[in-house]
């Protein structure tokens, strides 16, 4: 498929031999059992070079898989209060929240939820998003700070 009538040939050790014909660089590739991959047609004459193909794929693939797992992967725990929660349930769903922060390394949205005229207390639930802010200060920050989205309060902690 290499339509060059001369190419810069690499050999599978990575060494040069030269500037020869495609066809003499084919023969030379069938010999060693290898294939002839064209490494860079844009160059004046085009690179190729020796190297098994199907190998050189199968590592590609490989190295690809293992930098998606590498990657920085992260969802996000919801915990869900209401303005009339009590203090030791609000202690319970930090302490649930700091296990997410810290063992799972997740980010955790922070619902406050207003049913009815319970919106009146809107300045309780602020104090409860600032008591949770406080608790997990050491290792969390806040990444969108406590906000109204409808009927409900939000903030997302996300580990430091």
Do not use: W
Not at 53 to 59: D, F, H, V
Not at 99 to 117: H, S, Y
């Amino acid at each position: 498929m290499i339509k060059a009538r001369e190419v810069r040939l690499i050999d599978a050790d990575g060494n040069q031999v030269g500037v020869i014909p495609t066809h003499q660089a084919q023969a030379i590739a069938e010999a060693s059992g290898l294939d002839l991959v064209e490494v860079s047609p844009t160059a004046k004459p085009p690179v190729c070079k020796i190297m098994d193909y199907g190998k050189y794929k199968y590592q590609q693939t490989k190295k690809l898989q293992e930098a998606k797992k590498k990657a920085a992967s992260f969802s996000v725990k919801e915990i869900k209060v209401r303005p009339k929660t009590g203090d030791h349930d609000l202690d319970t769903k930090i302490g649930h929240m700091k296990r997410f922060l810290t063992e799972d390394r997740d980010k955790v949205k922070v619902t406050v939820m207003f049913r009815g005229r319970e919106i009146a207390f809107s300045e309780r639930g602020m104090q409860m998003l600032q008591r949770v802010q406080k608790a997990v200060e050491e290792i969390a920050i806040v990444e969108q700070a406590a906000r109204f989205e409808g009927r409900t309060l939000v903030m997302i902690l996300a580990p430091k």
